[in-house]
């Protein structure tokens, strides 16, 4: 089953990339998708970062029933469209049921962005390997598909994230929102779907982002769990700055 689902999601990535390369070059004039935020809570943005700009995010996430865990995650852009990740994650995990488990992995990985700009649609694929640190589980294949649109003013993203491994899948879908406000403000809103070891999670999860100086910004969301198994409240706090790119120079 594993195997199967991951030769079916890389099949996608593929055929996403290959599409571009035929069709893409085609209308270079169109513009990118504008950057509100750099990340949502619990979902994940359709952008990528510039050639030679890194991103680093630190963050914790606390909810009721599963525990709190904290994490530091790094983005590096080697083209315009390709980007390098890392991530390290300690403390208590979503196990379905409201069940949890502690640990610390990291996550190695990379996303590309054939389609940057609203011409049908921003997308992004990319692929990422989990590694446990200190517990006996394997290695886990995270493949990961990304689509976003602006409508007038509101940005609306969408992902599907897998999390595969020999024993057992997790499947993460989210559609969110972003809004920009005078002064630096963006409200999000999210809904956050997760389906671990038999178990559906379904969450709700409003937030606020402010952005400021140096290209650093810093957010505020509450998870609210409105079905399945998903827990009954938390937060998540997270801090993001870029350094280098060609925003270095401004």
Not at 8 to 14: D, G, W
Not at 25 to 53: M, T, W
Not at 117 to 131: D, T, Y
Request: proline fraction near 5%; include cysteine; glycine fraction near 10%.
């Amino acid at each position: 089953m594993v195997r199967r689902s991951t030769f079916v999601l890389i099949l996608c990535l593929r055929v996403a990339v290959c599409q571009n390369i035929t069709t893409g070059h085609s209308s270079p004039s169109k513009p990118p998708l504008p950057e509100y935020i750099e990340e949502f809570f619990l979902s994940d943005a359709v952008r990528n970062q510039d050639k030679g700009e890194l991103q680093v995010t630190q963050g914790v996430d606390s909810r009721r029933t599963i525990g709190t865990n904290s994490f530091l995650q790094m983005e590096y852009g080697i083209t315009n469209r390709l980007q390098a990740s890392f991530e390290n994650r300690y403390g208590k995990s979503e196990q379905g049921a409201g069940e949890s488990s502690e640990g610390n992995s990291v996550s190695l990985g990379f996303q590309y962005q054939p389609i940057q700009s609203e011409s049908p649609f921003a997308l992004s694929v990319g692929l990422a390997f989990g590694i446990p640190l200190d517990s006996d589980g394997g290695v886990e294949y995270e493949p990961a598909i990304l689509v976003a649109r602006t409508i007038r003013r509101l940005q609306v993203h969408a992902s599907f994230i897998a999390e595969l491994e020999q024993r057992e899948s997790e499947f993460r879908y989210n559609v969110a929102s972003v809004y920009p406000l005078r002064h630096r403000w963006f409200p999000t809103l999210e809904f956050n779907g997760r389906y671990i070891d038999a178990k559906r999670e379904f969450y709700l999860t409003p937030g606020i982002y402010h952005r400021f100086d140096h290209r650093f910004e810093l957010g505020v969301g509450v998870p609210m769990g409105i079905g399945g198994t998903g827990a009954s409240a938390g937060i998540v706090a997270k801090m993001s700055w870029e350094l280098g790119g060609e925003h270095s120079s401004h």
